[in-house]
């Protein structure tokens, strides 16, 4: 499976941004798809989770409420929805895939950076 991270870049406090990660290969064998993060001198932390048949979700506390993560799987493509961003939501993001027998595969990440 090869992930694709698309849509980081630099946006205001309060701002807004879509993340794009488009999967390629064994896409039928992903069991579920996640967004991580990791600041500068912080370890990877989970954002956000989805599973591939019913779209359950998950959240880190911090992001509820201002994030929102969707998958169309036509496309093989996940999404995150960043709205009212905070500059401690800088990070360099990476979309993660779970597939059946439990390897995970990582994207490359793309940077985001809340700033005034």
């Known amino acids: 499976v090869q992930l694709v991270e698309s849509g980081g870049g630099l946006v205001q406090p309060g701002g807004s941004l879509r993340l794009s990660c488009a999967a390629s290969?064994?896409?039928?064998?992903?069991?579920?798809m996640g967004w991580y993060r990791q600041a500068p001198g912080k370890q990877r932390e989970l954002v956000a989770h989805i599973t591939s048949v019913l779209g359950d979700t998950l959240y880190e506390d911090s992001v509820k409420g201002r994030f929102t993560i969707s998958r169309d799987n036509a496309k093989n493509t996940m999404y995150l929805q960043m709205n009212s961003l905070k500059p401690e939501d800088t990070a360099v993001y990476y979309c993660?895939?779970?597939?059946?027998?439990?390897?995970?595969?990582w994207g490359q990440g793309t940077q985001v950076t809340v700033s005034s």
């Open positions: 993660s895939a779970v597939l059946i027998g439990g390897d995970t595969y």
């Open positions: 290969g064994s896409t039928l064998s992903i069991n579920a």
